[in-house]
Every structure is written in structure tokens, then in C-alpha cells.
């Protein structure tokens, strides 16, 4: 066993809270282990938590014995990363997006719903969540916090010509020099998926959506995959998130949402037509996680207002329904709202209202005891 006695990796989940968020990211990783081992990666990448090696070592080698011996610990490290040390400005944000997609798992994605409506309804559970994460840093007697805005696009088109959902801007600490900030951005397409049901016999997600093309362009479905693809030649990390809802069945137990960054999609995709979320999948908080961890190669300065330019020109480029900014400043908004001032006909920036939720719902779970016959 790589966790020493004393060490917090032997915790396990007690309140009814810590209970959830293990069983949804349980839930998430007991069918999709990929995920794990990437979320995995992604945490000791960013060193949140620390001495994760231990635990991604036996997964990558495939040492079942001592990887199924792990799993409860990584899965509890992963589902509340905030535990493990003092948070800076960017723990805050990671820690906002975890609250965030476990509530908007289950809460959001149980009853049948539509990708706009789940688009609209994930900004607010990320503001509610930042909200939180302030109120436990004020009670910790911590001094990082962090902010919450979007800026709705919609006047520019239709979503189904759109390349892109939503672009997350994020504004975080540089570890190179604590009184600099850094900013980065990310473009996501939402697609629902219930992949627990086969689809013309195959297993797997249809990414096509018909009457998206241009005018001039082939209608043959895939002209948001194709503009998702031009973002990334931006240099904007881009790809889907797929929410686990369906438009006509009930979804008792959903997992989290999993992002698939667009460059890791199948080569037989053109042919098969659908994606395989087993593969090359982790959740939304772990891709910003990872993102996160690479910010002093893909972020740019956040006191260079041309560069910032740049970047949002970049990663607006398909023009999509909304920008959703997590910053840790508060004049980082408005510097940015100087930016988008130049197009202020086609879009208004405005706060996220927060939502009136004071707790969560605690939905009756399987056994916390994963069942690791069937995990690798």
C-alpha cells in the first residue's frame, strides 16, 4: 500500500456531502476508467493532491491487486481536492468547478432536458459554486477568492451553426511570479449523450448535427466538429462535453460531464460516425485541472490587453453562444468587458445571477464499496 499511516490519503468520506461527491465521481469512474486514470493524471500534474504517483503507477501498469487496493483513495482524492492543502487562487476556481458539476449532475442532468436548456442551467451552478467556495475560504481565515460572469452571444446566430457552446476564460495565479496573473481560454461544444443504450445497434455518441453548415458548405454534419477543429489551430484547447441526459428517459443515477478534447477524437470517425466517451474522456473539472497545470505554456499575460485580444478573437472565432469567465480579480471583468466593448451590438456582458439554492438535494445512493471485478 503506497499510503503511509497518519497520511490524509487513509480518509474516507463521513458527511452526507463527501458522501455524494464520491459517489457521483465513483459512479463516473466505475464506468468509464479511463477517466480515472486521466483524472489521476491530471492531479499529479498539478500537484493537487500531492504524491498521487503512487496511486496513477499501478493503474498505468495494470497491477489490479494494488490499483482496485487504491481506488477508494484516489477517487475520494480526486472528488475533494480542496482537502489537501491551503488553496490558491486557482484551487479556488478548481474547487468551484467540482461543486459545480457534482450539483449539476444531480440536480440538472436526472430529468429529460435539451442541450440549450443544460447550457444555460451549468453557468449558474458554476456561480452558485463560486459563491461557495468564497464563503468556505472566508471561513477557512483564507484570502483567495474568486469571481463569476458571462457574456451572452446568442444575437450572433443560431447554436446549430455555431463551433462551440460556450468559451470558458480563465484567470489564475503565475507561479513564476505571485504578483502577475496568467489567462487561458477553452472552447466546448455540449452534446447530450445516454450511452447505456445502443444506437442503431452500435454503442457510442452521434457527434453530427445536419443543417449546420455554412451556406456553401457541405451539409454532411460535421461543420462543429470541423470548427472546433480550427479553434484548436488557434491554439484554443477545444472539444466536446457531453452531459449525460437523455430527451426521453429519466436518469436516476447520471455520472458526471465528460470532456473529449477534439484532438483525441477516432480516426475512423468520418466512417463510424459516432465516438466512443470509454476513450480519451475525463470529467469537466479534471480537463481544467490538466489545463491548469499547463497554464505557463498556454496561458498568456493577463496584464497584456493586445495578447487578451488575441486570445478572445481566437476563441470566438466560430462565434459561440456564450463566454464564461472565472477570475480571481475583480478588475480583470472589466478590463475584459474594454475588450468586448468594440462589438457591443452583438453582445452585452452581465453577471450570473446566482441561483437560490442553499443545499443539495441528497439522492439515495448504491454502496460506497465500488465493485472492482468489473472496474478494469
Known amino acids: 500500500m503506497p499510503f503511509q499511516p497518519g497520511s490524509p490519503y487513509v480518509r474516507s468520506p463521513n458527511t452526507p456531502m463527501e458522501h455524494v461527491f464520491y459517489n457521483v ?50 477517487v475520494f482524492a480526486l472528488a475533494m481536492p480542496y482537502l489537501w492543502r491551503r488553496p490558491e487562487p486557482s484551487d479556488v476556481l478548481r474547487q468551484a468547478l467540482l461543486y459545480a458539476e457534482t450539483k449539476f449532475t444531480i440536480e440538472d442532468c ?38 463569476a460572469w458571462a457574456v451572452s452571444l446568442d444575437k450572433w446566430r443560431a447554436e446549430s451553426t455555431r463551433g462551440g457552446d460556450f468559451v470558458l476564460v480563465f484567470e489564475t495565479e503565475d507561479l513564476r511570479d505571485p504578483t502577475k496573473t496568467l489567462v487561458f481560454a477553452a472552447c466546448l461544444q455540449a452534446k447530450n449523450a445516454d450511452p447505456r443504450r445502443p444506437r ?60 473529449k478534447p477534439i484532438d483525441l477524437f477516432e480516426s475512423d470517425l468520418a466512417k463510424t460516425h459516432r465516438t466512443d466517451l470509454a476513450r480519451n474522456t475525463i470529467t469537466l473539472a479534471g480537463y481544467f485541472c490538466h489545463l491548469f497545470s499547463q497554464v505557463g505554456a498556454i496561458g498568456i499575460p493577463g496584464d497584456d490587453d493586445d495578447r487578451l485580444a488575441a486570445l478572445i478573437s481566437n476563441a470566438t472565432v466560430n462565434k459561440p453562444e456564450q463566454i464564461i469567465c472565472l477570475s480571481h480579480t475583480a478588475g480583470f471583468e472589466h478590463r475584459l ?3 468586448l466593448a468594440e462589438k457591443r451590438d452583438d453582445y452585452q456582458p452581465e453577471m ?21 471485478k468489473s472496474l478494469f
Open 25 to 74: 465521481y465513483h459512479r463516473t469512474f466505475h464506468r468509464y476508467p479511463r477517466s480515472y486514470c486521466f483524472g489521476l493524471e491530471a492531479a499529479v500534474g498539478s500537484d493537487i493532491p500531492p504524491n498521487l504517483a503512487s496511486v496513477l503507477e499501478p493503474v498505468e501498469k495494470k497491477r489490479r491487486r494494488e490499483a482496485a487496493a487504491d481506488y477508494p483513495y484516489g
Open 337 to 339: 468587458q474594454r475588450i
Open 110 to 147: 436526472v430529468v429529460p432536458s435539451t442541450e440549450p436548456t443544460l447550457n444555460a442551467l451549468l453557468p449558474k451552478q458554476l456561480s452558485w459554486a463560486i459563491k461557495l467556495s468564497n464563503r468556505s475560504q472566508v471561513r477557512a481565515g483564507h484570502t483567495a477568492s474568486a469571481h
Open 200 to 259: 442503431n445497434g452500435k454503442m457510442g455518441v452521434d457527434i453530427r448535427r445536419y443543417k449546420s453548415a455554412a451556406k456553401g458548405q457541405p451539409d454532411d454534419g460535421y461543420s462543429q466538429y470541423r470548427a472546433l477543429l480550427r479553434t484548436r489551430k488557434l491554439g484554443i484547447p477545444s472539444g466536446y462535453i457531453f452531459f449525460n441526459n437523455s430527451k426521453k428517459d429519466l436518469i436516476k443515477y447520471p455520472i458526471l460531464p465528460l470532456v
Open 352 to 372: 450570473i445571477s446566482d441561483p437560490e439554492w442553499d443545499h443539495i438535494d441528497l439522492p439515495k445512493e448504491q454502496s460506497d464499496t465500488p465493485d472492482f
